[in-house]
């Protein structure tokens, strides 16, 4: 029995050897003629790389008796063939790893898909600024070296009423910045009400800690009165903090201090008032039917002496954190040695600009600001985008699964209020069969993710729900032509 065992294996040995022989070597592939164009796309040094990572797969493959290929009719594997592979290898390592996808969850600001996609203004002043010389630090008046954020302090003071502004990497550098400058070994008195985390690890007891200030924390969870500020204030105070509470709200029985309040208090005592506002939008957005949420300008207007928002959310601009408020605290935030290491590039000035602009020009903001028309783009046009692709993703998914265009709601995102609040139209898929519905729905989700441009969907009450307020008319033939690609 032994014996024939052995005697088996060895010709199998012998069998696997013989087909090893009939690979071509790396030279015979690289001098083929099929290679020369992919030379001169690719460069020598890739193709040669991708080669002998094909011809490794294939060995292995050959070894485990997985591999699909079939020798040809010489019993030779052509370099031609091997040279399918290293085409595909390479066309897939040539894709960015940052790609477009279509964002269907129904989140417009949403952190993990990018947040505020940008105008066109925007996106060809990025474009000027990467191709050409700017005058980022560099005063054309004087011809001396100049301060980057001379660019756009104007334009920020003008939107907001702030006496002096600058701009860092995002809200989170604001804080950390605004707190180092201001408040290093000194105290800073939070209500316990506003000690939020938002998403990514922000949470403002820890910036706080390596801003190295201590937080004083007053009042409870629910309640927080102006005598609690007013008893934890003592020498080593240097700032009463409001954070807004963007992500969560706390009902009941609750009381927290307006900053109105706050602010006569904090004069009494010679201290200046910050706000971390989050979103701080620059304009009222209730005029489009959207909530409530405190404008930079009336948070200044209120008294309050520093302000930091965030460039890319509600603003709709580029990832930045914007710092407004008093003169001579900006001044003294601007001298801090963290300013240096947090500044801003030029791509982000050179977006952040006409974005500001664009509110210049109220009565078109609706329009042409992506974020606020994307916000508040009527339901009807989601419901026909919806009929429109419903019957095309049917026919690609077949009997397993059914579609519908159901009323759903979009949210804003990126720590505004996680209530539903914006109605839309989208795509609702539900598993036909009998049970296994959670598994088919997440293939499906899979296979969503699969498509050329990924298609970011969620699932919830046992069905795929695929949002579409934010494809707008521009993208809507670009999503339903890839729909019969789905490989499920
Ligand atoms: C979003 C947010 C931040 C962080 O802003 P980023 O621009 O994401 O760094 C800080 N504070 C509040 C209240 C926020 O909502």
Redo the contacts with the bound molecule.
């Keep these: 029995m032994s014996d024939t065992v052995g005697h088996e294996a060895e010709q199998d040995s012998a069998a696997l050897n013989a087909l090893l022989a009939k690979m071509p070597s790396v030279e015979r592939v690289i001098a083929s003629v099929t290679a020369q164009p992919l030379i001169a796309l690719f460069g020598r040094t890739q193709v040669l790389a991708a080669i002998r990572a094909t011809l490794d797969g294939w060995r292995r493959g050959t070894q485990a008796g997985t591999l699909s290929v079939a020798a040809d009719d010489t019993g030779q594997f052509a370099p031609e063939r091997v040279l399918d592979d290293v085409s595909r290898l390479l066309d897939a390592q040539a894709q960015s790893r940052l790609r477009p996808v279509f964002n269907l969850t129904g989140t417009v600001l949403h952190?993990n898909l990018g947040?505020a996609i940008l105008p066109d203004e925007a996106v060809r002043a990025v474009v000027q600024a990467l191709t050409q010389p700017v005058n980022l630090e560099f005063d054309l008046a004087t011809g001396k070296r100049g301060d980057r954020d001379d660019l756009i302090d104007g334009l920020i003071c003008e939107l907001t009423g702030a006496e002096a502004a600058t701009v860092v990497?995002?809200?989170?550098?604001?804080?950390l910045l605004s707190l180092s400058a201001l408040a290093t070994r000194k105290e800073v008195i939070v209500s316990r009400g506003e000690l939020?985390e938002?998403?990514?690890a922000?949470r403002?007891p820890d910036i706080m800690a390596r801003a190295g200030a201590r937080l004083r924390e007053v009042g409870t969870t629910n309640r927080t009165h102006l005598k609690d500020y007013e008893s934890a204030i003592n020498a080593r105070t240097a700032l009463l903090m409001k954070?807004?509470?963007?992500?969560y709200a706390i009902s009941g029985f609750t009381k927290s201090v307006e900053l109105a309040e706050l602010v006569p208090l904090a004069r009494t005592h010679g201290l200046p008032v910050a706000v971390?506002?989050?979103?701080g939008t620059l304009t009222d957005l209730t005029q489009w039917g959207l909530p409530a949420e405190p404008t930079v300008h009336a948070t200044i207007e209120a008294g309050a002496d520093l302000v930091?928002?965030?460039?890319?959310?509600l603003l709709g601009g580029p990832?930045?954190?914007l710092i407004v408020g008093r003169k001579e605290l900006i001044a003294r935030i601007k001298k801090h040695p963290l300013k240096r290491a947090l500044r801003v590039g030029k791509l982000t000035l050179a977006a952040l600009e006409p974005v500001l602009k664009l509110y210049q020009a109220p009565e078109f903001l609706g329009e042409r600001l992506t974020t606020l028309r994307l916000l508040a783009r009527p339901a009807t046009q989601m419901h026909e985008a919806a009929t429109r692709a419903s019957p095309v993703l049917q026919r690609a998914l077949g009997e397993a699964y059914t579609v519908g265009v159901e009323p759903m709601f979009s949210q804003i995102g990126?720590?505004?209020l996680p209530v539903d609040v914006l109605p839309s139209y989208g795509l609702v898929v539900r598993h036909a069969g009998k049970g296994g519905s959670g598994r088919a729905l997440m293939k499906l989700e899979r296979a969503l993710r699969a498509l050329p441009r990924p298609v970011i969907g969620r699932i919830a009450d046992d069905a795929l729900r695929l949002d579409l307020r934010c494809v707008e008319a521009t993208d809507e033939a670009a999503f339903i032509a890839q729909l019969p690609e789905l490989r499920l």
């Design positions: 952190t947040r990497n995002n809200n989170a550098a604001a804080v939020v938002i998403g990514g922000f403002i954070v807004h509470c963007s992500n971390d506002l989050g979103s930091t928002f965030s460039g890319d959310k990832q930045a954190g990126s720590g505004a």
